[in-house]
């Protein structure tokens, strides 16, 4: 079936924005993006069915770090913490209760199809929650998380176990998720990106998300460090050996967790030097604003992130850390989080929406797939109820106010969700 989606405004991010524009979708491709007329024009020959949207259409919502299955733990997402030592102990009292992992992580993905996403990068702790994605159809990946494991026991049967639960899964877009540097030992995280690497998957880590992670990862103690010797790890190699004299990650890039084919969660704690690595290395950036301003963790360094280039993303982290899952929450918090560190580029709006959209397909390796508006994509758009005289308008009301708008999302060329007006 031929579709033409037409809009006030079309966003496709990979070009100029469209003033009367329109998306023309066959099956679950997109076929022609431009101005209305121009389109139809063009396909006439074929009577397309048309759907007049208000507002404008925007390529669907990456989200590029969540953990859906915490859904059911929001009450701790509704509470404000002293660091990140203290949210995981008020994490951990509640993950450690019975809960339905499954129910919850559905439950958690249809919430954000409702605002417009369309790709998730959602790590995975319990089984019943790997499939979620798969079984949603919604795009993604669903990363494998290993985290507690020591040389020992890695060696002895982990790595074969993880191994087999990729290949016999049944999930299609699976990946792993190396939890940190602080809660693997070293010899476990190194080896799995050579696992990672045999089994053609990609990975996802949380890298300086706590402020206590350099002290780690240099020199083997700090908070982080004696929460980890209380849990019985003493004798990760960090531990024992008195750290590595490195900074996080500069100690990831040594041991070979970084690259084009992993993307980190958060980059708070970085400076110059670590952002240079990151873009040597390819690796992208989720950053995750609200998360962190709920944990008590200082903001990230968006504005040179911006300023010296790097890959970034846009993710929520999950309800157990987040107030939604609206990802254009966190993308107006990251536009005010520029701005008040100085960033004054005329493209911040631009580039932000970029990041919601394409720079999570990158992340994840699927830039050829979805978060542009283009022929031969996927289908992927989200309709968003905003409105302005010109493209720069239309552009910050979606950036900076663009949380709770969303009139529709379509997935694979299908109205998966539409809001009742």
């Not at 190194?190 to 706590?210: F, I, K, M, N, P």
């Not at 990151?278 to 944990?295: E, H, M, W």
Request: hydrophobic share 45%.
């Amino acid at each position: 079936m031929l579709t033409v989606h037409s809009a006030p405004w079309v966003l496709p991010v990979a070009g100029e924005p469209v003033r009367d524009g329109a998306v023309a979708v066959r099956g679950e491709r997109i076929v022609a993006v431009g101005p209305r007329d121009e389109v139809l024009e063009g396909l006439r020959d074929e009577s397309p069915a048309v759907r007049e949207w208000p507002g404008a259409i925007v390529p669907g919502l990456v989200n590029a770090h969540s953990h859906l299955q915490y859904t059911c733990m929001s009450a701790v997402g509704r509470g404000r913490y002293a660091g990140f030592e203290d949210w995981s102990r008020a994490f951990q009292e509640v993950y450690e209760q019975p809960h339905d992992w499954g129910a919850s992580a559905a439950e958690g993905l249809e919430i954000a199809v409702s605002t417009g996403t369309t790709a998730i990068a959602d790590i995975v702790t319990d089984l019943d929650a790997l499939r979620v994605l798969e079984d949603g159809r919604v795009h993604g990946i669903a990363y494998w998380e290993l985290m507690s494991l020591l040389e020992d026991d890695w060696r002895g049967s982990g790595r074969a176990i993880t191994a087999e639960l990729v290949r016999t899964s049944g999930v299609t877009r699976i990946g792993l998720s190396p939890h940190a540097p602080y809660s693997l030992d070293t010899p476990v995280l190194s080896d799995l990106t050579g696992l990672s690497q045999e089994l053609g998957v990609r990975r996802h880590l949380h890298l300086a998300e706590s402020a206590w992670e350099a002290e780690y990862t240099m020199h083997g103690r700090g908070d982080l460090a004696e929460q980890w010797r209380r849990w019985g790890y003493d004798g990760f190699h960090l531990l024992r050996n008195g750290g590595s004299a490195l900074r996080p990650v500069a100690y990831a890039e040594t041991i070979g967790a970084l690259g084009d084919d992993v993307h980190i969660a958060h980059g708070i704690y970085v400076d110059a030097d670590d952002r240079a690595t990151l873009r040597r290395t390819g690796t992208s950036v989720a950053l995750c604003p609200r998360s962190n301003a709920v944990i008590g963790l200082d903001e990230a360094p968006v504005a040179d992130y911006l300023r010296e280039g790097n890959a970034i993303a846009v993710g929520t982290d999950s309800l157990s850390s987040t107030p939604s899952l609206d990802l254009l929450g966190d993308v107006a918090e990251l536009c005010r989080i520029a701005r008040a560190q100085g960033y004054a580029g005329r493209d911040l709006h631009a580039r932000l929406l970029a990041a919601a959209t394409l720079g999570g397909a990158v992340a994840m390796g699927a830039a050829e797939s979805f978060g542009t508006l283009v022929p031969g994509a996927l289908a992927d758009l989200a309709v968003l109820e905003v409105s302005g005289s010109s493209s720069d308008d239309v552009l910050a009301a979606v950036v900076e106010a663009g949380e709770g708008t969303a009139l529709a999302t379509i997935i694979s060329g299908e109205v998966r969700w539409q809001a009742r007006r």
